[in-house]
């Protein structure tokens, strides 16, 4: 009679790190282990009671990158640094610098890894801004922008803004026809990886491992603003 054996899976907990403002009028809560799993509050235990909320709400990109049963099998949030962070943090409630766990060259794991996952924040990005109202459910977020101006802001911002860290220069709004967004997307990533390889001017306060992070993070937070400010689903 063969022995039956059961497997013991232990959840790994969510690194996650608290950024308060200098002025301690927000703070950030933002996962190291998901790129674009961060949220702002006014405090520290909101900012983590609110990324706690929004689990469920990353969980579609987790699975279009592939990892769902890895996010599922993700423990609870585990704060692993709690520190200042830039200005940024206290006016927006976004993290605008790396942390002391974002540093130095990435593996080639870590790096394929992060760049999975951006594609997925594209791919829901992209998914989201087919399916919502033209017209946004007006409200304090974005002054009262329109479908088209929140895609245009994300894209423009990522294409003209974030892809300068790594050296990468396009006309202004070249990534806004379909096949400038896939071109950009495409020559970006092969500008972190070349990045990652040692290539190019080394950036000032950003990190690579950040860029990424922050770059998820603009396009799930406006992805999820969209779908906050639909019209075509009746208001929560």
Request: with cysteine.
């Amino acid at each position: 009679m063969r022995a039956c054996t059961r497997a013991i899976v232990t959840a790994m907990p969510n690194r996650t790190v608290i950024e308060r403002g200098p002025k301690e009028k927000r703070s950030v809560a933002f996962s190291l282990d998901w790129p674009g799993w961060s949220r702002g509050a006014k405090t520290p235990e909101l900012a983590l009671e609110t990324l706690e909320t929004y689990r469920a709400r990353y969980r579609p990109v987790a699975s279009l990158a592939g990892m769902a049963s890895e996010f599922d099998a993700s423990g609870p949030l585990e704060i692993v640094e709690d520190r200042v962070g830039t200005g940024s943090v206290d006016f927006w409630g976004i993290s605008f610098a790396p942390s002391s766990s974002e540093q130095g060259p990435m593996s080639d794991a870590a790096l394929e890894r992060g760049f999975t996952l951006v594609r997925a924040c594209w791919t829901f990005f992209d998914g989201v801004a087919a399916r919502v109202s033209p017209e946004m459910r007006k409200g304090p977020r974005g002054g009262g922008r329109d479908r088209d101006r929140i895609i245009r802001h994300t894209i423009r911002t990522e294409s003209e803004d974030f892809a300068r860290q790594v050296g990468l220069r396009i006309p202004e709004e070249a990534a806004l026809t379909p096949d400038g967004l896939r071109h950009h997307r495409e020559t970006y990533i092969e500008a972190m990886r070349a990045y990652n390889a040692g290539e190019g001017k080394r950036m000032r306060s950003w990190t690579l491992p950040f860029l990424i992070r922050h770059s998820a993070f603009h396009t799930l937070d406006h992805a999820w603003e969209m779908e906050d400010k639909d019209l075509s689903v009746p208001s929560q």
